[in-house]
T-cell receptor, first 115, second 111 residues
Framework: DAGITQSPRHKVTETGTPVTLRCHQTENHRYMYWYRQDPGHGLRLIHYSYGVKDTDKGEVSDGYSVSRSKTEDFLLTLESATSSQTSVYFC??????????????FGPGTRLTVL | GQQLNQSPQSMFIQEGEDVSMNCTSSSIFNTWLWYKQDPGEGPVLLIALYKAGELTSNGRLTAQFGITRKDSFLNISASIPSDVGIYFCAGQEYRDDKIIFGKGTRLHILP
């Protein structure tokens, strides 16, 4: 299994509070991704990173920010959580280099509930 | 944005039956991936396909990269109870560093 962990695994928070989710890898891979999974929508990309301090937006980036100050850590922040951000969040990593097939390997997920 | 159409949305089958599911895209893909997700866990990569016409097996699973490069198929032979879960296809366009997911096929196996 790819060395990828997510923390916390479960979180309940209140509307308007900031929340940070952490993804940690031990594989030294360049690419890291954050997805959210909701019934009826499958997996949707929030943000991704192609190196330290290099990030880009995905399909559903509004209300989220990311940071990658080290190769092994990719943080997802909900600046002011809303109920619509209740979801299961998955981190993924990829060993590919630019232009190569982008096989991604997923972490165990974080279940976030915003009340 | 780009979307993948995955069908069927769900399937109810008897143990021992064969299963087929597919994904279609309006764009040409250079890579097709198939994942399985068990309840409460992250998706796990089953099969990766890299060129048109390619047929790849992983145990009882066989996947094909469509000749038009706009579709892919996954077959499961002689299904067993542990095959239950959600199967996702994903595609990657040329030189893109992202993949796009289908909405999944939920497989149920009747006792």
């Amino acid at each position: 299994d790819a060395g990828i962990t997510q923390s916390p695994r479960h979180k309940v928070t209140e509307t308007g509070t900031p929340v940070t989710l952490r993804c940690h890898q031990t594989e030294n891979h360049r690419y890291m991704y954050w997805y959210r999974q909701d019934p009826g929508h499958g997996l949707r990309l929030i943000h991704y990173s192609y190196g330290v301090k290099d990030t880009d937006k995905g399909e559903v980036s509004d209300g989220y920010s990311v940071s990658r100050s080290k190769t092994e850590d990719f943080l997802l922040t909900l600046e002011s959580a809303t109920s619509s951000q209740t979801s299961v969040y998955f981190c993924a990593i990829s060993p590919s280099e630019p232009g190569e097939p982008n096989e991604q390997f997923f972490g165990p997920g974080t279940r976030l509930t915003v009340l | 944005g780009q979307q993948l159409n995955q069908s069927p949305q769900s399937m109810f089958i008897q143990e021992g039956e064969d299963v087929s599911m597919n994904c279609t895209s309006s764009s040409i893909f250079n890579t097709w991936l198939w994942y399985k997700q068990d309840p409460g866990e992250g998706p796990v990569l089953l099969i990766a396909l890299y060129k048109a016409g390619e047929l790849t097996s992983n145990g009882r699973l066989t996947a094909q990269f469509g000749i038009t490069r706009k579709d892919s198929f996954l077959n499961i032979s002689a299904s067993i109870p542990s095959d239950v879960g959600i199967y996702f296809c994903a595609g990657q366009e040329y030189r893109d560093d992202k993949i796009i997911f289908g909405k999944g096929t939920r497989l149920h196996i009747l006792p």
